[in-house]
């Protein structure tokens, strides 16, 4: 398996366009995590989905932010419309049964200016 | 919000010697996790201990887990400058990981 998959590895955009960022899971996982990591705070949670189906968006920063899970092999992040504090890697993981190791993606380095 | 803190934010070892690192975190854990993250790279999972575990080896890793104390190590022994990278530990309570701010290791050869 060629593990988490994201796209793309860096994006620079001007503030105010949409953004999407992409992730395929690891296959046979069935739960999928999207995270965002800063110097300023750290790891934080967005969102994850089991089964396909959005559990917890609490981390959610705005309605801004949007994220979709249309099959078990693909998922999407949304930012529209972007800020220049939006700017951070955004981190795609995947697990089976949600209570074993995550398998994260080399991440997407989001900069908007 | 952070579950677990890590102890010490930077460690600078030789190469040879151990490194211990140490987690605190704040309620009640299903598991603890420990990942490592290498400079512009994904996290790699290292080692899970579950709640009902005291303690767990994994090659050169030794995590240990203290429930009532709400605090977790990570030993590595024999240190090697490959080892040079962030650590993380994360727990989970409710099917989803909350991580820490992370240890830098750096490990001089």
């Known amino acids: 398996d060629a593990g988490v998959i994201q796209s793309p590895r860096h994006e620079v955009t001007e503030m105010g366009q949409e953004v999407t960022l992409r992730c395929k899971p690891i296959?046979?996982?069935?739960?999928l995590f999207w995270y965002r990591q800063t110097m300023m705070r750290g790891l934080e949670l967005l969102i994850y989905f089991n089964n396909n189906v959005p559990i917890d968006d609490s981390g959610m920063p705005e309605d801004r932010f949007s994220a979709k899970m249309p099959n078990a092999s693909f998922s999407t992040l949304k930012i529209q419309p972007s800020e220049p504090r939006d700017s951070a890697v955004y981190f795609c993981a995947s697990s089976f049964g949600g209570v074993e190791g995550y398998t994260f993606g080399s991440g997407t380095r989001l900069t908007v200016v | 919000s952070q579950q677990g803190e890590e102890d010490p934010q930077a460690l600078s070892i030789q190469e040879g010697e151990n490194a211990t690192m140490n987690c605190s975190y704040k309620t009640s854990i299903n598991n603890l996790q420990w990942y490592r993250q290498n400079s512009g790279r994904g996290l790699v999972h290292l080692i899970l201990?579950?709640?009902?575990?005291r303690e767990k080896h994994s090659g050169r890793l030794r995590v240990t887990l203290d429930t009532s104390k709400k605090s977790s190590s990570l030993l590595i022994t024999a240190s090697r400058a490959a080892d040079t990278a962030s650590y993380f530990c994360a727990t989970d309570a409710v099917s989803k990981l909350t991580f820490g701010k992370g240890i830098t290791l750096s490990v001089r050869p």
């Open positions: 201990i579950r709640s009902n575990e």
């Open positions: 296959s046979g996982h069935d739960y």
